[in-house]
C-alpha cells in the first residue's frame, strides 16, 4: 500500500475528474473507516479469484458505482431514522419502515452487506441496522450473521445487546445462533468471552419458539452443524461451567455465574466440576458474584429471585469505560 501522501495524491486525482469522483469518495471513505477498507479489499481479492480475465481498473469502477448505490440510499434512510428518534411521529415513522421494507424486499447486494458490515462495526450506526433489519423479511439477515454475532458480544450494555441476537435467530434459528456465539466464548480474548456469555443470556431466553415474541422466525433444524439441538444444550452448559472454573477473569465470571446450576443437575462426569464451581462463587471476593451464586445455590423459599444488574465494563480495545446513550428507536409498530 502506498504512503499516506502518495494515497492522498492518488485520490486527489480521482476527485479532480467528474467521472472518477464518485471513486475518490470511496477511497476517502476507506481512508476514515478500517472496516470498511478490509472488507472491500476482501471482495477485491475474491473477485480477482474468479475473473482472471479482467483488468483491475473496470472492477473497482464497477465496485465504486454499485458502492455509491448503497451509500446514498442507507445514509439517507439512516438520516431520517436519527430524525425520528426519540419522536412521536407516527406517520413518518411507517413512512421510514415501508421504504427500509422495500429496500430490503430485495436480497442485499455486496454493497449493502459492506454498508452493514461496517454500521455494526460503529457505535453510532449499529442501531440502526437492528431497527432496519427489523422491518424486513426474516432472510435479510442472513449475510450478516457474523457482523451481528460480533455486535452482540461486542455491546457492553446488557439489555441493548438484545438488539443483535434477535436477528440472528429471526433469520438462522435459536441452535445456529448459539453455536456462534459459543465460538466467541471458546476462543475470544476474556472480553469477547464475558460479551458472548452476555449475548447468550437473550440466545437461552429465545430458544423456545412459544414463548419468543419474533412470529416469523425460521424454525431450527434438526441438525445444525453435525448437532441436534439438545446436543447444542448440552455442549453449552459445559463449555459455561468448564469456563467459570478454569477462568479467573472477573467479568467473564460475572457473566457466567446466573447460567451455573446445581451440581446434581449436571450429568455425572461434570458433578465434580459443578461443585467446584459452586465453591469458587459462594466464596468469590466479588459481591456480585457471591449474590447470583446465593441465589443459585442457597435459596430461600420466601424470597423473590431477583439478580442486580451486571456494571459495565470497558472495552479492551481502548480500555474506557464509555456508556453510551439508549437508543430511543422511532415509534414504529412491526
Not at 473507516?33 to 474468479?50: K, N, P, Q, S
Not at 461496517?118 to 423479511?137: E, I, N, S
Not at 457474523?146 to 439489555?159: C, F, H, K, M, N
Not at 466464548?185 to 460479551?195: N, R, T, V, Y
Amino acid at each position: 500500500m502506498p504512503p499516506d501522501f502518495d494515497r492522498a495524491d492518488r485520490s486527489g486525482e480521482f476527485w479532480g475528474y467528474p467521472e472518477s469522483r464518485t471513486f475518490a469518495e470511496v477511497l476517502i471513505d476507506c481512508e476514515e473507516d478500517r472496516t470498511l477498507r478490509a472488507v472491500l479489499v476482501g471482495m477485491l481479492r475474491e473477485d480477482d479469484r474468479g475473473a482472471r480475465a479482467r483488468s483491475q481498473r473496470p472492477r473497482l469502477v464497477a465496485t465504486s458505482s454499485t458502492l455509491a448505490g448503497c451509500q446514498r440510499i442507507w445514509p439517507a434512510l439512516r438520516e431520517r431514522y436519527e430524525r425520528l428518534r426519540g419522536s412521536n411521529d407516527e406517520l413518518q415513522s411507517r413512512r421510514l419502515g415501508a421504504a427500509i421494507k422495500e429496500e430490503l424486499g430485495r436480497p442485499l447486494s455486496k454493497s449493502d452487506v459492506l454498508w452493514f458490515a461496517a454500521a455494526l462495526a460503529d457505535d453510532d450506526r449499529k442501531y440502526f441496522v437492528a431497527f432496519a433489519l427489523k422491518q424486513g423479511p426474516n432472510t435479510a439477515a442472513v449475510p450478516l450473521l457474523e457482523p451481528l454475532l460480533g455486535a452482540a458480544v461486542y455491546d457492553t450494555d446488557l439489555s441493548f445487546n438484545r438488539f443483535f441476537v434477535e436477528p440472528c435467530v429471526r433469520c438462522v434459528g435459536w441452535q445456529k445462533t448459539t453455536q456462534g456465539l459459543l465460538r466467541f466464548l471458546a476462543s475470544g480474548s476474556d472480553f469477547e468471552k464475558a460479551g458472548a456469555a452476555n449475548a447468550l443470556y437473550w440466545s437461552i431466553a429465545l430458544s423456545d419458539p412459544v414463548a419468543r415474541d419474533i412470529e416469523d422466525a425460521v424454525p431450527d433444524p434438526a441438525e445444525s452443524e453435525g448437532e441436534t439441538p439438545g446436543e447444542t444444550w448440552r455442549r453449552l452448559n459445559a463449555m459455561m461451567l468448564e469456563e467459570f472454573v478454569r477462568n479467573p477473569d472477573l467479568h467473564v465470571r460475572r457473566s457466567i455465574c446466573t447460567q451455573l446450576r446445581k451440581p446434581d443437575d449436571y450429568p455425572p462426569h461434570l458433578r465434580t466440576l459443578a461443585e467446584e464451581a459452586r465453591q469458587i462463587a459462594l466464596a468469590h471476593p466479588d459481591e456480585i458474584i457471591r449474590e447470583r451464586a446465593e441465589i443459585t445455590y442457597l435459596p430461600r423459599p420466601d424470597t423473590k429471585v431477583q439478580f442486580s444488574p451486571l456494571p459495565h465494563w470497558g472495552r479492551e480495545t481502548n480500555g474506557d469505560n464509555e456508556l453510551h446513550d439508549e437508543p430511543d428507536l422511532p415509534s414504529l409498530s412491526v
